[in-house]
Structures are given as C-alpha cells and as structure tokens.
C-alpha cells in the first residue's frame, strides 16, 4: 500500500497519497504546525491535532472520533463493530427484549396492573374519609411533577424540549386528560371502586368511535359485533349495582370519551417525543387545567376538609397517603404511556380492560363490597366481550401485517 507524509499548517491538510482527505464543509480543523499524518490503506493518523469544532461527520473510509489531542479514522468493519457494541450496551434485558419484542410490552403491563391496583386502593381509603375527589386529583399530578422534575434531574429520564408544532395537539391532550382524571375521581368518590371500572370496560367503544372520527379508521363487522356484550354487560351491571348513583355512573362514562380521545392524540405526539415525556408535559399542563375547578367545586371547604381529615386518621398518616396516592398515579401512567407506545390506542383499551379485571377483584378483596349476582353477570359479560374484541381486533392486525408484506 501506498503512503505519503503530510505537512500540517494552522489552517489546513493536505495529502499527496491517490486518494484525497475530504472535509465536512460543517466542520473546521485546527492544527498545530509540528503535525504530521501517516496514510495507509484503510486508516489515517494525525496527531496533535486540536479538536475544537471537530464535527464527527468527517469520514475517509470509517468516521473520525475525537479523543484529546488525536483524530483517527475507523475501518468500516470497526465502525460496524462499534456500533454493535452500543447496541449491546443495553445489557441482558435488552438483548432478550430484542429476541422477545412482546416481552417488554408484557413487562410494560404488568407493571401498569400492579400500580394501578394499588393507586385505587389508596385512594378509595382517602375517599372514605376525606371526599374532595377534585383536590385529591390535583395532587396525584402535583406529585407526579415532584417526580419528572427529579427523573429529569439525575437524568434518569432524558429531557426533551417539545416542538411549537405539538404543543397545540399537547393541550387538546392534556384537557381530555385532566378533566377525564377529575371525572373519573368524582366517580371513584361516588360510587364502588368496582363499579366505576365496570362502567369503564366501555372504553374501547368510545377508541372505536374516535379512531374512526380523527383517522377515518374502520374496522369489521364482527369487531363492531363484539362490542355488544360488552355495553350489555355493564348495562346489566347498573341496573342492579348497590352503590349505584347517576354522578358515579355519569362522570365515569364522560370519562371513557376524554381519555379515549387522549390515547388517540397522544400516539400522533409520539412521533416526535418519548412516550415518558409525552405524559409528562401532558401532565404539567393538566395540573394547570385541574386548579380553577379544584378552587370552584372544593376551595370553600378545602381547608376544613383537611383538618377533619387530619384529626381522623392523624396528620403524618393523611399526608402520607396523599404523596403514595399520587406517586402511584403518576407511575402507572407512565408506564401505560410507554406501553401505548407500543401498540394501537384500541388494543391500548383493551389492555385497560384487562387492567380492571385486576382492579375489580382486587378492591372487592380489600373492601368488601357486596355484590348482586346481577352485577357479577354483567360483570363478566363485559370483560368476555372486551376479550373477544381484543382477540378479534389481534386477528386482523395480524392479517393486515401479512398482506402489507405479501
């Protein structure tokens, strides 16, 4: 192979080998005079060169990389190996997720089940003795700030500037977020934790009817067909529910609606932002929307509320449970975010749909409720019908993907 000596001036390189040093026209190179560069083959050395506005697209068969006072080019099969080793960098659980890519989604809802079924369990204990369901959402997001302020803090989630173009679409989703969390604590309030979440199975109803709204989405007959037993079984449910009140019934099918048209808004932000973030800022600009009805429905009895509450139970144990109500919240919603990230918003209310089956057993388990046979029928019959349409809408998602590759 052929090689050459290059003399180095303060404001350029030139080489006398067959091929020619091509610079980025971003980039500017200092050099010190005393510099020199051996050329071979495959790679290139210059040593003592300044890094200073080193850009790192420079490339001669490889691409520089920057470190002191020395550039030197790679081989392509070592930018190749490099590359494969940040991939690894990850460590084991991304090396399985890689060869498993339904394991981490799997993980994302585990994980979501877990810390939603203690968040309602938390905060029906507050409801029972401190009923201001519009003050008590203000501070599952205000702690929920707490949190992303510190994750962005120590970096342990990065911090993503949001785009002016999003921040519309971010608003439009963040007051169907904050309203539907207000709508659907009133309801927890109101009414059996298990039947708020009965009400809720109706969810994919409301995504169906979105989807189709906002994407011009249609889907079969029989999804359409499955979504019957699931409106029939929570009608059966709130005919015979003992805690049944029209404020608890009302407020959790409003509910449905907003956060049905949240989930469909936020997978149009996703594609420009993290699903971490997306919630974040979601959340931020919630906290913001939650305050003047906070201050309208409660402010007048706001502070006597607290200390009667305080008396009950005791002041460290009140406000105790206010914080792990609202780090719970904040938590299962972002790991649902993360988990939207990874599938349709329809199969996302489907997932929902699961997430109550947990819920429900559990806060039967936790508080007692009585329950009409009527009630367990529906009940059932809900959940079965939101399985078929999770099963079906699975079906032809998978046909679909066979045809686009056909």
Not at 45 to 67: E, H, I, Q, Y
Not at 107 to 112: D, K, L, P, R, T
Not at 186 to 213: C, D, M, R, W
Not at 336 to 365: C, D
Request: proline content about 3%.
């Amino acid at each position: 192979m052929a090689s050459a000596t290059m003399q180095c001036s303060a404001t350029k390189i030139s080489a006398g080998v067959g091929k020619s040093l091509r610079r980025n026209s971003s980039s500017r190179v200092a050099v010190r005079p005393a510099c020199a560069a051996q050329a071979s083959g495959a790679s290139i050395k210059c040593t003592n060169v300044s890094r200073r506005g080193l850009s790192s697209k420079l490339s001669v068969d490889g691409s520089f990389k920057a470190s002191g006072v020395s550039i030197k080019t790679l081989p392509k099969r070592s930018v190749a190996v490099r590359a494969e080793a940040e991939k690894s960098e990850g460590g084991m659980f991304a090396s399985i997720t890689e060869k498993f890519p339904w394991l981490e989604t799997f993980v994302y809802f585990a994980v979501w089940y877990l810390f939603n079924v203690r968040f309602n369990i938390i905060n029906k204990q507050i409801y029972n003795y401190f009923p201001y369901p519009w003050f008590v959402s203000c501070v599952h997001l205000a702690v929920g700030l707490v949190i992303t302020l510190f994750f962005w803090g120590t970096r342990v989630v990065k911090f993503e500037k949001p785009e002016s173009k999003t921040l519309n679409t971010m608003t439009a989703v963040a007051f169907c977020h904050a309203v539907g969390h207000c709508l659907t604590n009133v309801s927890f309030a109101a009414v059996a934790v298990s039947f708020t979440h009965t009400v809720k199975t109706l969810e994919p109803v409301f995504s169906s009817i979105g989807s189709y709204l906002v994407n011009g989405t249609v889907y079969s007959l029989p999804l359409y067909a499955s979504l019957i037993p699931i409106m029939g079984g929570v009608a059966i449910c709130a005919a015979t529910e003992l805690s049944f009140t029209w404020i608890g019934f009302l407020t959790a099918m409003s509910s449905n609606a907003l956060f049905a048209a949240r989930a469909i808004f936020s997978k149009k932000l996703m594609s420009g932002m993290s699903s971490i973030n997306v919630y974040n800022y979601v959340s931020m600009i919630a906290l913001l929307i939650c305050i003047p009805p906070t201050i309208f429905f409660e402010g007048a009895t706001l502070a006597k509320g607290m200390e009667m509450a305080a008396a009950k139970v005791g002041t460290e144990t009140f406000y105790w449970a206010l914080w792990n109500v609202g780090m719970f919240y904040h938590l299962y919603n972002q790991v649902a975010y993360q988990a939207l990230g990874k599938v349709e918003p329809v199969t996302h209310a489907v997932g929902n749909v699961g997430k109550r089956i947990f819920v429900i057993g559990f806060s039967v388990l936790a508080f007692g409720n009585k329950l009409t046979t009527q009630s367990i029928v529906g009940s059932i019959i809900a959940i079965a019908g939101a399985g078929l349409y999770g099963y079906l809408k699975g079906v032809e998602a998978e046909n679909a993907k066979k045809e686009a590759t056909a």
